[in-house]
């Protein structure tokens, strides 16, 4: 293929160098960050017709605006909260997603976030190496997690991922969802509020975007309570950040284990100080096995794209349809697909 041959596609923001090389393969790739002069792009840059990013850096509006061409955008991610979906809609351009591929590990990082929180694991780490174990200091008990009552907020394929690791550990799983899931063997709490006063631990796997922003607020800390702990791994936004580090101070809720901030990379500065709380840098899905298959996925929607980019081109002006399948029969995994996600 000769590069005139190989459609034009951006690279907004950093990516993954398995992707970035998958990329080159296949496309004339232009690096845009995320952070550019949008008015001053080149025009190769605004001829592109597909763009590619990052979870947290996604598509806002001024870029879609930036790229006249633009058809398609890939996310190297399942969450597509940054993406301004109403925006790419009304102009017609399509989004695609990495659902599925990097469920089993985020719900794996989750349940490791819940044993983590619950027994003290990484504030007895500190323990043991700064040999205050050593000098005699006993570790102080814990609560467990066998036998407790744990309410999974969101219960969309990451939150069945996780409520199917703990079925035999926990006394109860609950969940809430917009609406009862007629196929889920747990108990549906209507009200979030409930859920939270119902658990001891509460699991926060919604998706994000505007709809859940700060859908975890004091009141449903406070119905957690005192003994309850709190784990996030989907998006920082749904939780009342500042409500969160007032309820850990004041010891209102007893942990909370965090994979995700609202300013990410930006933690605030009253959790780093704090015991109960274990601290991740949003990495649920950053295994080597999941982020090559997420790679792939983004590769698979961005192939199959392209040729349908291509059939634009051909002369016969046939417009190529939507969900084809790609190869061994990865459908392109459309954002705006309508089904519940987590
Ligand atoms: C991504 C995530 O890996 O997929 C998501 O929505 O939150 C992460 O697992 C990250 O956003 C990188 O794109």
Redesign the pocket.
Known sequence: MTDTDRPAIVAFGPLYPYLDAELERRFTVHAVPADADLAALSPAIRAARALVS???VGAPAAIMDALPALEMIG??????DKVDIDHARAKGIRVT??PDV?TDD?ADLAVGLLYATVRNIAANDRLVRAGAWAQGRKPALSARVTGSRIGILGLGRIGRAIAWRLERQAGEILYHNRSEAADAPYRYVADAIDLARQSDALIVATSGGPEAARLVDAAMLDALGPQGVIVNIS?GSVIDEDALVAALAARRIAGAGLD?FAHEPHVPPALLAMDQVVLQP?Q???TVHT?GA?ADLVIANLDAAARFLRERDDVTGRVGTLGWCYGGGVALSYALGGEEHE
Do not use: D, E, I
Request: aromatic share 14%; glycine share 14%.
């Open positions: 990052f979870g947290s996310l190297f991610s399942v969450g597509y997603n990495t990097l985020v998006r995700v949003h649920g899905s950053a982020r997420m």
